[in-house]
């Protein structure tokens, strides 16, 4: 069993920058490869970044490619999304999920733990 719980949310104007991060328990995190989603109002969620185990692949929604970075520090236990040149259609609900296995996914239901979520709002 994973926890998982995000922060580093908040309100920004557009341009502007925020570094997510994501704690999770237990000491198997090196073993999940893990992902960042995203939910509008009145949308789906969907697919932001994701990064396998050791850290070295990642892949990202074209989205956010060149603007978002995932990275994660196992010894802390933590993975982090950087948000640069941020725009009002980054605003969500963002959040990390950790999945069982090897390969990185980039499906909701390819990921079996979830955190509560982080609010980020963008302003132009």
């Known amino acids: 069993q994973v926890q998982l719980v995000e922060s580093g949310g908040g309100s920004v104007q557009a341009g502007g920058s925020l570094r997510l991060s994501c704690v999770a328990s237990?000491?198997?995190?090196?073993?999940?490869?893990l992902g960042w989603f995203r939910q509008a109002p009145g949308k789906e969620r969907e697919f932001v970044a994701a990064?396998?185990?050791?850290?070295?692949?990642?892949t990202y929604a074209d989205s956010v490619s060149g603007r978002f970075t995932i990275s994660r520090a196992n010894a802390k236990n933590t993975v982090y999304l950087q948000m640069n040149s941020l725009k009002p259609e980054d605003t969500a609900v963002y959040y990390c999920?950790?999945?069982?296995?090897?390969?990185?996914?980039?499906?909701?239901?390819?990921?079996?733990?979830w955190g509560q979520g982080t609010q980020v709002t963008v302003s132009s």
């Open positions: 999920a950790a999945r069982v296995g090897s390969a990185l996914g980039v499906r909701q239901y390819e990921y079996d733990y």
């Open positions: 990064i396998s185990r050791s850290g070295i692949r990642t």
């Open positions: 237990g000491r198997t995190f090196g073993n999940y490869p």
